[in-house]
Each structure stands twice: as C-alpha cells, then as structure tokens.
C-alpha cells in the first residue's frame, strides 16, 4: 500500500493551471466503474511500493515497459518524448541504488550553456518516480478519458509527455490523502522551517480509529529538474513526521494555543490573532460549499456537550491564571499507553523562538526518555493552527465537536477584547 513517504509536492497554483479537478473527476469516475482491480491505481497500490528486492522490481518494470510501449498514449508521444520515457526506465533499470532522478536547483545562475544553478538537493529515487515521470501510471487513464491529455496545450503543458507525468502526480497525491484520511485542504497550511530556511506543509488528521494525527513534511523550495533537464511542475516531497495522541485532545489543544500565545505575544497582538481566525472561519462557513459545524460525526462519542465544561476551563483561566494543562514548563502533556514497556508521550510547549511545539516522546521501561517526533509551529501561523483544528473537526477527522472549537475561539477574544477596554 501507499506510504507516506512516496508523496509529491504539487504548489496549488500549478494544480488550478493545470486543470488538475479535470484529472480527479476523470480518475475517479474511472476508478468507481466497473474495473474491480482500479486499473489506474494498481501500478502504485500492488506494485509501486516495491523496494525490498531490487532483482524483483526490476523485473516489473521491464514487463511493465513492455506493455506501456504498445499503448495508445506512448503511441502518441512525439520521438523526443518517447526517447525521454527510455531514459527514465533505462535509469531504473540501471540505477539499484536511486541515485536520483531529480536535483533541486537554487542561488544564482552559474554561467554554464544551460544556466544552470548550483544543486541545494539531490533527491533519491523513488518506484513511484520512474511510473510517474514515464506516463506509465496513466496509460491505462488515458484508454478511457483521453481529453483532458489531448488538450495539453490549453492546459498549459509543454507536450503529451508533461501532462501524463502531472496527472500520475495528482491521482498519487488523491490516493494518498484518502488513505491518511487528509480530506479537507482547510486542515492545511505551510510554515516558514526555522532551521533549515525551507518550508514545512502541515496537516492536521485522524486516525482511523479518531485519533489525532499532525502531518508535517517538508516542500521543496528551488527550481526541481529531472535528469534531462527539464524543469517539472511537482517534486518529491520530504520525509513526513507524524505527531499523534491518543482520542479528543483538539480542545486542550486549542486552549495550550491560548495559553502558548500569552507568554510569547501582547495582549494586543493576541486579540490581533484571534480576530483574523474569526473572519478566516467566518469565511470558510459562507463557501457554497461550507464546511458543517453541527450534525454527527464519524464517532460515537463526538457530540457538543462538552461545551459548558471546556469554556469552563477557559474561564477559570482567565480568572485566576490557572489551568490544569499547565506544568513543569510545558502547556499541555498526555500519556498514549502503547503495546510493550513502552509509553508514548504526547506534550505540547514553547519551542525554538517562541514557536508551538508538538512533540511525541518515548518513556522506556529503564526510566530513559527519548524524543521520538517533534514538529514546531512558529508563532506566526498560530491563527493558521486554530483554523486547521477547526476544519479537521468539521470533517469528521477526530472526536472532537467544531461547535466547542469555535466557541472557545469566540470565548478568548471577548476575553482579549475585555482585557484592552
């Protein structure tokens, strides 16, 4: 099956460029008729993920190939395509330790005929590239709904060969956040890397037990080209950190947020925060397709009647200055009993420059503790973290009620906004 680290970074306006709804549409009407075997998807769910035996993958994609070379989208490839596709699988075939298919280019031109600049990134190949760059992936797409392939031109492509390798891109991407359950693009924001001067996409899910999940990854930053020199619309993404806890942690999440932003920002600066949450909710609420804040949820135990009891808490907070989340220097701490003498801790707290950070740790059986996971959240996307909590609510993605999430929003700014009269 799919693993997360097999994921693509696409920037969204390359996706609405593109026409990329055009390709979901048609894979997913593709997908859900009668091929019980998801024929578009196969060569990634069956076979992509091979990479234990190199011998074995080999042989796939030899076969593969040849299948690939007789159909109607290879057929239909310009010579200099189809010689681009035989680099990409001659590579494969003779490249058993992935030294890379892709470099990520960046800083000034270095004068050279091509103009190229120095390479920040050598990325190490993946299955999924050589399906993905060939149109192998696609071919058997592009048997059923050839349209949207046929008019690369006007979808801004620079040939057949361009927009066959997106459009693997794309139903990679589709298949993968349906399988983590990323649903919502609300439930995702990108931040600023504090140490490496990169970005990091966050996405904040759901097991599928409801349980909650952070995604993080880092995005590529530079000018990406593949071994031929050409320059490609998507890139492979970084390795995916996952922060998880243990059932409905998004209200004490919500709340650490509050009590996080008192110790790093103003009052002023606080209420400056909460406002632009509310109108970007307020926002997300008035789409025509807006996202639902009541009815039930995925879970039994999702429901609103922990709203007197968590805006209780809050309350008291502001009143006296104390909480039960607080402690030993961190805002908010839990405990994930896990299989073993093991336990995974789930905790919250200031990190580098006053950033929110989420981490997961390990508690050994000898009494050692080991950071597992970490993700910080600098504290200029604080507004982009509620918004996210609230979307991934109202998707069903966890136990939690948006209603309480958005009450307690509402609540803490009255609260900011009493604390400045």
């Known amino acids: 099956m799919f693993r997360e680290n097999e994921r693509y970074y696409i920037p969204k306006e390359e996706l609405e460029a593109r026409n990329a709804d055009a390709v979901v549409e048609s894979a997913q009407s593709f997908i859900n008729a009668e091929h019980q075997r998801m024929l578009v998807l196969e060569v990634w769910s069956e076979r992509g993920s091979i990479s234990a035996d190199v011998a074995e993958t080999a042989q796939w994609f030899v076969e593969e190939y040849r299948d690939y070379v007789k159909s109607n989208l290879y057929a239909e490839m310009t010579g200099r395509e189809q010689n681009l596709i035989d680099s990409y699988y001659s590579a494969e075939i003779s490249d058993p330790d992935r030294k890379g298919l892709w470099v990520e280019l960046g800083g000034e031109l270095d004068g050279t005929l091509f103009g190229l600049r120095e390479i920040c990134k050598r990325f190490k190949t993946r299955p999924i590239d050589t399906l993905v760059l060939t149109g192998m992936g696609v071919h058997k797409l592009y048997e059923e709904k050839p349209e949207w392939f ?62 909650f999940v952070m995604y993080a990854q880092d995005i590529p930053q530079g000018d990406i080209h593949d071994i031929s020199g050409r320059r490609t619309l998507f890139a492979p993404a970084g390795e995916v950190t996952a922060v998880v806890a243990y059932h409905s942690v998004e209200m004490n999440l919500m709340q650490s947020i509050f009590m996080h932003m008192d110790r790093v920002l103003t009052v002023q600066e606080q209420k400056e925060v909460m406002l632009a949450t509310r109108v970007r909710l307020e926002e997300q609420l008035s789409k025509p397709k807006p996202m639902s804040v009541y009815g039930g949820g995925n879970f039994a135990d999702y429901g ?95 136990r939690t009620s948006p209603v309480v999430l958005l009450e307690l929003i509402y609540e803490h700014t009255k609260h900011l906004e009493s604390v400045l009269e």
């Open 304 to 398: 609103d009647e922990d709203i007197a009891l968590e805006v209780g808490k809050l309350k008291y907070w502001h009143e006296t200055g104390h909480s039960s989340l607080l402690g030993d220097g961190r805002v908010y701490h839990m405990d994930i009993v896990t299989p073993g003498n093991n336990v995974t801790a789930f905790e919250v707290g200031a990190g580098e420059n006053g950033s929110f950070r989420l981490t997961n740790t390990i508690k050994h059986s000898s009494g050692e503790k080991t950071v597992e996971r970490q993700v910080d959240i600098p504290v200029e996307n604080m507004s982009d973290m509620m918004s996210a909590l609230v979307a991934q609510a109202a998707a069903g993605r966890g």
């Open 150 to 211: 046929r008019n690369w031109k006007e979808n801004g492509f620079d040939g057949l060969l361009d927009a066959a390798a997106f459009a693997g891109a794309v139903i990679n991407e589709e298949v993968i956040n349906f399988n983590l359950r990323i649903i919502d693009e609300s439930a995702s924001f990108e931040v600023e890397s504090l140490s490496s001067h990169r970005k990091t996409s966050i996405n904040i899910s759901g097991s599928i037990h409801g349980d």
